[in-house]
């Protein structure tokens, strides 16, 4: 085992120093790693690119449309036969119509349509395409902003699950320590067997929910790996004692939310619904197309070949369709309506919920600081009694009293911590505003 000796002693500071430079989870290094790797992020980017694509869609209205066609075929049919014939140009006087005989022809034709007019359906279809593809981009960056509010949450649960496992192991040292105190007074004929059996007995009690809590810390960090779209951390989950991005979670200094993405994709869904009955008006205009077409011949019985073109307008106006483009315009009408009293219901929706972040904002800043004089309070009213107890002049359920409140304030002060920044960060979620100025 000695010549392990030094080779050990090289590799241990190696060691060492790659885990003193473990990177942390950083709340800015969790939204980075949300916004890659969480599913909802990735369903909002590919419901942008389907928009994108019906967008692309409807402004193939406005380019030609361009088609190339070939075939090969034989027959000694008199209609298909005198067709091929006059198209090679090979007719001749002694052509017999009713028996032209087996006749083959090779066509290749190249046609090329534009709309010229449609009664505004074309511009109405990609205005349409054009505010579903708005509408997807800020229900993406809606759905941007409410992964990274849960990300936030994921994040300080697991702080406050850490934090409250943390006070607990505090509360079992004390409770260590004081059933050391004990058992010498005990030992001394200082101190009764029931104190000491009290004191053992909430040390255990202290032991057994530490354990729930760790549990509780355990799911914490796998909700927070779930929100991140990672399935473990190849690095472990390590957080910074004191992460300086809340320092950049600041109140917002209005309560409009005017700014919110939902409002502004169901304002962009209205104009979708505006534009479709458009559209469905347009039915009851013409609709003029510009063709143009060219086509070879070519046939091996007759030995002949030839080419030709073909260009023309057509114009089509719907007279009587039983009432169909009526009920396409009722229908495009009555969703127009739906989008607007919907736009209207989110209106309301939002202003409540903005009126419910601030409330909760200001519980939870309120909250914050009664805990954190609580916590005060707590530590010197325990370190007083642990010297009384030694003294002698404390009697152990007074101690375990004492301990009790102090572990209590120092969870919920953990809690209240947590709750005012996801509390503030909610609040700008709220109001449509980034996370961070």
Same mark, same amino acid.
């Given at each position: 085992?000695?010549?392990?000796?030094?080779?050990?002693?090289?590799?241990?500071?190696?060691?060492?120093?790659?885990?003193?430079?473990?990177?942390?989870?950083?709340?800015?290094?969790?939204?980075?790693?949300?916004?890659?790797?969480?599913?909802?992020?990735?369903?909002?980017?590919?419901?942008?690119?389907?928009?994108?694509?019906?967008?692309?869609?409807?402004?193939?209205?406005?380019?030609?449309?361009?088609?190339?066609?070939? *075939?090969?075929?034989?027959?000694?049919r008199s209609m298909p036969a005198f067709g091929s014939i006059l198209n090679q140009r090979a007719f001749t006087w002694t052509t017999d119509f009713n028996r032209p005989g087996t006749i083959d022809d090779l066509n290749a034709t190249g046609t090329v349509a534009y709309n010229l007019y449609s009664g505004g359906r074309a511009s109405a279809h990609r205005a349409a395409a054009k505010a579903g593809a708005q509408a997807a981009e800020h229900d993406a960056t809606a759905v941007r902003q409410q992964l990274e509010t849960a990300t936030v949450r994921a994040y300080l649960n697991l702080r406050q699950a850490?934090?409250?496992?943390?006070?607990?192991?505090? *509360?079992?040292?004390?409770?260590?320590?004081?059933?050391?105190?004990?058992?010498?007074?005990?030992?001394?004929?200082?101190?009764?067997?029931?104190?000491?059996?009290?004191?053992?007995?909430?040390?255990?009690?202290?032991?057994?929910?530490?354990?729930?809590?760790?549990?509780?810390?355990?799911?914490?960090?796998?909700?927070?790996?779930?929100?991140?779209?990672?399935?473990?951390?190849?690095? *472990?989950?390590?957080?910074?004692?004191?992460?300086?991005?809340?320092?950049?979670?600041?109140?917002?200094?209005?309560?409009?939310?005017?700014?919110?993405?939902?409002?502004?994709?169901?304002?962009?869904?209205?104009?979708?619904?505006?534009?479709?009955?458009?559209?469905?008006?347009?039915?009851?205009?013409?609709?003029?197309?510009?063709?143009?077409?060219?086509?070879?011949?070519?046939?091996?019985?007759?030995?002949?070949?030839?080419?030709?073109?073909?260009?023309?307008?057509?114009?089509?106006?719907?007279?009587?369709?039983? *009432?169909?483009?009526?009920?396409?315009?009722?229908?495009?009408?009555?969703?127009?309506?739906?989008?607007?009293?919907?736009?209207?219901?989110?209106?309301?929706?939002?202003?409540?919920?903005?009126?419910?972040?601030?409330?909760?904002?200001?519980?939870?800043?309120?909250?914050?600081?009664?805990?954190?004089?609580?916590?005060?309070?707590?530590?010197?009213?325990?370190?007083?009694?642990?010297?009384?107890?030694?003294?002698?002049?404390?009697?152990?359920?007074?101690?375990?009293?004492?301990?009790?409140?102090?572990?209590?304030?120092?969870?919920?002060?953990?809690?209240?911590?947590?709750?005012?920044?996801?509390?503030?960060?909610?609040?700008?979620?709220?109001?449509?505003?980034?996370?961070?100025?």
């Amino acid at each position: 085992m000695r010549p392990l000796v030094p080779l050990f002693a090289c590799v241990a500071p190696l060691l060492a120093a790659t885990a003193l430079h473990a990177e942390v989870w950083t709340l800015d290094r969790a939204l980075t790693a949300a916004h890659e790797g969480n599913p909802d992020a990735r369903i909002a980017r590919l419901r942008i690119e389907g928009a994108q694509a019906v967008e692309q869609q409807a402004r193939a209205a406005w380019f030609p449309q361009v088609s190339v066609q070939s *075939g090969y075929s034989a027959s000694n049919r008199s209609m298909p036969a005198f067709g091929s014939i006059l198209n090679q140009r090979a007719f001749t006087w002694t052509t017999d119509f009713n028996r032209p005989g087996t006749i083959d022809d090779l066509n290749a034709t190249g046609t090329v349509a534009y709309n010229l007019y449609s009664g505004g359906r074309a511009s109405a279809h990609r205005a349409a395409a054009k505010a579903g593809a708005q509408a997807a981009e800020h229900d993406a960056t809606a759905v941007r902003q409410q992964l990274e509010t849960a990300t936030v949450r994921a994040y300080l649960n697991l702080r406050q699950a850490r934090a409250a496992a943390d006070a607990l192991a505090s *509360g079992v040292r004390a409770y260590e320590a004081a059933v050391a105190v004990a058992q010498a007074r005990f030992d001394a004929g200082q101190l009764l067997k029931a104190d000491l059996l009290n004191l053992e007995v909430q040390l255990a009690q202290t032991r057994e929910t530490l354990s729930a809590a760790r549990h509780q810390a355990a799911l914490a960090e796998r909700a927070f790996l779930f929100v991140l779209g990672r399935e473990k951390a190849t690095d *472990g989950v390590e957080l910074p004692d004191d992460d300086p991005a809340f320092a950049r979670l600041v109140a917002p200094t209005t309560y409009d939310p005017s700014r919110r993405p939902e409002l502004a994709a169901m304002e962009a869904r209205v104009r979708a619904a505006e534009a479709m009955v458009r559209a469905a008006r347009s039915g009851r205009q013409p609709t003029v197309n510009a063709f143009a077409s060219y086509g070879y011949d070519h046939g091996w019985q007759l030995n002949a070949h030839a080419d030709g073109w073909t260009a023309g307008v057509a114009v089509e106006m719907n007279l009587f369709d039983g *009432g169909q483009t009526s009920g396409k315009i009722r229908q495009a009408q009555s969703e127009l309506a739906q989008a607007q009293e919907q736009r209207r219901k989110l209106q309301l929706g939002l202003a409540l919920e903005v009126e419910q972040a601030r409330l909760a904002h200001a519980d939870a800043t309120e909250r914050l600081a009664v805990s954190a004089r609580a916590v005060e309070q707590a530590e010197e009213s325990a370190s007083l009694s642990r010297a009384r107890f030694e003294q002698g002049a404390l009697l152990s359920a007074d101690l375990i009293g004492v301990e009790t409140r102090r572990l209590e304030a120092i969870v919920r002060h953990a809690s209240a911590t947590a709750d005012a920044h996801l509390a503030l960060a909610d609040l700008r979620r709220a109001l449509g505003l980034p996370l961070f100025e």
